[in-house]
């Protein structure tokens, strides 16, 4: 079927910077938005941003100036550069994919997909 598979996480000093891929496998006709969220222990999955194959883009206030998103549609991927990280910053980022347009058992289906999530630690 599909799979989101994400890379990129790790450990990173405030200021530093991470760029996060993720990457659709499966028989992919398209995908209208992929982009990525982020839990916080003890806090509720948010969106950090967004990306339409349109090209509009929406991201959340805190990261705003900062994260930049971008993707690959020929090779249904997504990144995230994060600069200037802060310690705030520090979460299980979720890659997701919705609208996309799989085949599966004969036919075409339209679904929303979550990648497992990686772990984004910013600390000194």
């Known amino acids: 079927q599909v799979q989101l598979v994400e890379s990129g996480g790790g450990l990173v000093q405030p200021g530093g910077s991470l760029r996060l891929s993720c990457a659709a496998s499966?028989?992919?006709?398209?995908?209208?938005?992929m982009g990525w969220y982020r839990q916080a222990p003890g806090k509720e999955r948010e969106l950090v941003g967004a990306?339409?194959?349109?090209?509009?883009?929406t991201y959340a206030d805190s990261v705003k100036g900062r994260f930049a998103i971008s993707r690959d549609n020929a090779q249904n991927t997504v990144y995230l550069q994060m600069n200037s990280l802060k310690p705030e910053d520090t979460a299980v980022y979720y890659c997701?994919?919705?609208?996309?347009?799989?085949?599966?058992?004969?036919?075409?289906?339209?679904?929303?997909?979550w990648g497992q999530g990686t772990q984004v630690t910013v600390s000194s």
């Open positions: 997701n994919a919705q609208g996309l347009i799989y085949y599966s058992a004969l036919r075409f289906r339209t679904g929303e997909f």
């Open positions: 499966g028989i992919i006709r398209s995908i209208n938005t």
């Open positions: 990306l339409t194959t349109g090209g509009s883009t």
